[in-house]
């Protein structure tokens, strides 16, 4: 259910209503809009008796959602939320890149990638200091030390941080070096890590599960949502097919859909959504026009010789060159790429 407040509606006219359905023994979510507060009500089994709601002071109307997911659905926040990066805005008008390695595998590689990625326009860099590899022989990660070589790279380079967390033991260490959690697509249904993020204060970028309808990836955000934490960003990065000329198959009719059904941002991953170098250029150009609020992209300086994901890892040349087309298709999408 959602409590819809009169424009007029004063902070202690709301406080009342969330008083009110915390007294019916649910959960009230006060949400303020750039018109008017909504307060989104969970923790209900059935139909909640809104009569009593009704009557309270500045209480304009109630709009039953019937939706599984509430708090990322469009019908509880009808304009797009734009996540605040540390000053970097997620879901506005600017398209926002996110680059890096796949894996921060030394303080030499990473400064490297960091300085040819921020000199070309990215805005945040990417890099795995935690790896969920398939195979527990390959390459597991750096750990903290590779927190710690990120933390560097910001400080160099200006650029902010999203890097993953793969365990309720780690998260917090990683919240407290990254200025974006990243949750993987293994992990987007392990609730118990949702909802450790949910209790986070950082944003959360929260990737699409292998085999993950649309719905239980709102689900999963939900999750993170119904904890406290309302910045959370999704990320479409390929689903297991049929079809094994790509590593995934990179869904991006998701995006439009996603966007009419929540009003969180949606970033596009054309890396692991092909695995192929030379495909993230051409679906990085379809991920912008088919209206994502960002990419994310491996980049490495030295492909070859990558510890993970060498074979989609694109060079800070083509990475340049990306960015060039992503300037110039912006104007006409109404995006910004500065
Ligand atoms: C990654 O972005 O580093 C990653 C492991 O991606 P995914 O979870 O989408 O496989
Ligand atoms: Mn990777």
Avoid at 317 to 330: G, H, I, T, W, Y
């Amino acid at each position: 259910m959602l409590v819809v407040m009169e424009t007029s509606a004063s902070p202690e006219m709301v406080r009342q209503v969330c008083l009110e359905i915390e007294k019916m023994g649910l959960t009230a979510h006060a949400m303020p809009g750039a018109q008017r507060t909504a307060i989104g009500v969970t923790g209900n089994k059935a139909r909640v008796d809104s009569d009593r709601i009704l009557t309270l002071a500045g209480v304009r109307d109630i709009i039953h959602v019937t939706k599984p997911y509430k708090l990322v659905s469009r019908e509880f926040v009808p304009e797009n939320s734009v996540i605040d990066v540390d000053g970097i805005p997620i879901g506005g008008r600017e398209f926002i890149v996110i680059a890096g390695p796949c894996s921060v595998e030394s303080r030499e590689q990473t400064l490297a990638v960091a300085q040819a990625v921020a000199k070309h326009g990215a805005k945040i860099l990417r890099g795995g200091a935690f790896k969920p590899r398939t195979s527990p022989y390959s390459f597991q990660g750096l750990g903290q030390d590779g927190l710690k070589i990120l933390a560097e790279a910001r400080q160099q380079t200006g650029l902010r941080i999203v890097t993953e967390a793969i365990d309720t033991d780690t998260v917090e260490m990683v919240a407290d070096y990254a200025d974006i959690v990243q949750i993987g697509a293994r992990n987007m249904q392990n609730y118990t890590l949702l909802r450790k993020a949910g209790r986070l204060s950082k944003p959360i970028l929260l990737k699409r599960g292998l085999s993950a309808t649309l719905e239980e990836l709102l689900m999963a955000a939900e999750y993170i949502m119904s904890e406290g934490n309302t910045k959370v960003i999704l990320c479409e990065r390929g689903v297991r097919t049929f079809a094994d000329h790509t590593r995934n198959t990179l869904d991006l009719s998701a995006i439009p859909f996603v966007k009419r059904m929540s009003h969180l941002p949606i970033i596009s991953d054309p890396s692991h959504g092909t695995g192929r170098k030379d495909k993230v250029l051409p679906l990085s150009r379809a991920s912008i026009a088919v209206g994502a609020d960002g990419i994310m992209v491996e980049v490495h300086n030295k492909p070859e010789e990558a510890l993970s994901d060498g074979a989609q890892a694109i060079t800070p040349e083509d990475f340049a060159r990306l960015m060039d087309d992503m300037r110039k298709l912006a104007p006409v999408l109404e995006r910004d790429v500065p």
